[in-house]
C-alpha cells in the first residue's frame, strides 16, 4: 500500500483537514489487487436480540466507493446485506451510513484500507444498515416547513432577486440524508430534549429566510423546535455531505427570528446577551445556570465531569469574571441599541 500522502492545503471538510484523512489522501493509500476488508453491523430483528459485527474481503477496484463494497457484500458474496442507495451520485440522500464512527454518504465516500460500518444514530435500525426514517420525518412534519405565502403566487417567473434568496439558498440544497440528524449530539439525549434536530431545522430554515414566506417562523422554532437547545457543537456541519453551514446558516438565523419573536420566551438568548454585556465574553457555567436555573444543579456529576474538562469554571462565574476592556463591550452594546454612551 502507498504511503500516507500529504493533504493538500485548502482541502474541503474541517474534520478531514484535521486528520490528513482527505478522500484523495484515502484513495491513495490503496491500490488495484489490494484488499478492503470491511467489517459491518448486520441486525436481523426476526432472530437477532442485539446487532452483531459481520466481517468481509472485498477486492479493491480504482476509485472504489463504500457503496461498492455493499454492493459487492450483499450480491458477490451472498451477505444478504441490508442497506439502501438510489441515485448513487450524492443527490437523494438515501444511502447515509456511519464509516468508521463518522457519517458518509455511502455512493461518494471513498473506501479505507479497513472499515467499519454502521447505521445512522438516532434512529431505530430496521435491519443491517437501514433506519427508520419515520421519526426524523414526523420532525420535519412538525415544523411544518413549506412555503405559506405573505401574497398570492401571480405565476412564473416569480419577481426573486439572487440577493432575497441569498439567505435560504444553502438550505436549499439540502438531500434529507440525516447525517446531521446522526451526529447531533443533543438529538442523542432522546426524551431530555425536545430539540428538533438539525436536519428538520435545515428545512425550516428554507422557508423561514424566503421572503415569500408570510408566517412567524421564529415562533415555531422555538416552541415546536426548541432551537435554543442547540449547542453549536458544529458536530453537523462537519459530516454534512453538501457542505451546508448548518449552525451558521440555519440555526442562529432561526436563533435570532426566534428571539425576534419571542424575546421573553428566548432565555437562552437573552441570558447570553446579559453576560457578554457585563462580563465581555461567554461563561459557560454562568450561561448553564441562567438557563437552566436549579434544575442545572440537579446533576452533580454532569457539573464536575464539565469541570474537569476544562468546559465550565464556576470559581470564574462565583467571582464575577470579566474582561479588563469591559467598556468597550458595554459601548458597542449602547450602540446597537441606540443608547447614550
Ligand atoms: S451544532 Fe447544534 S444542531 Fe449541530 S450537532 Fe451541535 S447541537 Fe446538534
Ligand atoms: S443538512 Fe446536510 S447532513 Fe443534514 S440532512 Fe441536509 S444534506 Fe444531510
New binding site residues.
Given amino acids: 500500500m502507498a504511503e500516507r500522502p500529504q493533504i493538500p492545503a485548502g482541502a474541503r471538510n474541517l474534520g478531514r483537514d484535521d486528520t490528513g484523512d482527505s478522500p484523495a489522501a484515502r484513495l491513495a493509500r490503496l491500490r488495484d489487487g489490494d484488499t478492503v476488508t470491511a467489517r459491518i453491523s448486520r441486525f436481523d430483528p426476526t432472530t437477532d436480540t442485539a446487532p452483531h459485527f459481520e466481517t468481509y474481503r472485498v477486492p479493491y477496484t480504482k476509485w472504489m466507493r463504500v457503496l461498492e463494497v455493499l454492493t459487492h457484500v450483499s450480491e458477490e458474496l451472498g451477505g444478504d446485506l441490508a442497506h439502501r442507495w438510489f441515485c448513487a451520485n450524492r443527490m437523494c440522500g438515501t444511502c447515509a451510513v456511519r464509516v468508521n464512527g463518522r457519517e458518509v454518504l455511502a455512493c461518494w465516500e471513498p473506501v479505507e484500507p479497513e472499515m467499519t460500518i454502521e447505521p445512522l444514530r438516532n434512529a431505530p435500525v430496521v435491519r443491517d444498515l437501514v433506519i427508520d426514517r419515520s421519526g426524523y420525518e414526523q420532525r420535519v412534519l412538525g415544523l411544518t416547513p413549506w412555503l405559506e405565502r405573505r401574497e398570492p403566487y401571480r405565476g412564473f417567473p416569480e419577481p426573486l432577486t439572487h440577493p432575497a434568496m441569498a439567505a435560504a439558498d444553502k438550505a436549499l440544497d439540502c438531500i434529507s440524508c440525516m447525517c446531521?440528524f446522526s451526529?447531533?449530539?443533543?438529538?442523542g439525549l432522546g426524551d431530555e430534549t425536545n430539540?428538533a434536530?438539525?436536519a428538520p431545522?435545515v428545512q425550516l430554515a428554507r422557508v423561514a429566510l424566503d421572503p415569500r414566506d408570510g408566517i412567524d417562523r421564529g415562533r415555531i422554532a422555538l416552541e415546536r423546535g426548541a432551537v435554543f437547545?442547540?449547542?453549536?457543537?458544529?458536530?453537523?456541519?462537519e459530516v454534512c455531505p453538501v457542505s451546508i453551514p448548518?449552525?451558521t446558516g440555519a440555526?442562529e438565523p432561526l436563533k435570532a427570528l426566534a428571539f425576534k419573536s419571542l424575546p421573553r420566551k428566548s432565555r437562552h438568548a437573552r441570558v447570553f446577551l446579559a453576560i457578554v454585556r457585563s462580563r465581555g465574553r461567554i461563561d459557560p457555567s454562568a450561561l448553564i445556570l441562567g438557563v437552566q436555573r436549579l434544575a442545572a444543579l440537579r446533576h452533580p456529576l454532569r457539573i464536575l465531569k464539565l469541570w474537569r474538562r476544562g468546559k465550565i469554571d464556576p470559581l470564574k462565574t462565583l467571582f464575577g469574571f470579566r474582561l479588563p476592556d469591559i467598556k468597550q463591550v458595554r459601548q458597542v452594546f449602547a450602540a446597537v441599541r441606540g443608547e447614550p454612551r
Fill in positions: 446531521c451526529a447531533c449530539p443533543v438529538v430539540f434536530g438539525p431545522l437547545d442547540c449547542v453549536s457543537c458544529y458536530k453537523c456541519e448548518i449552525v440555526i
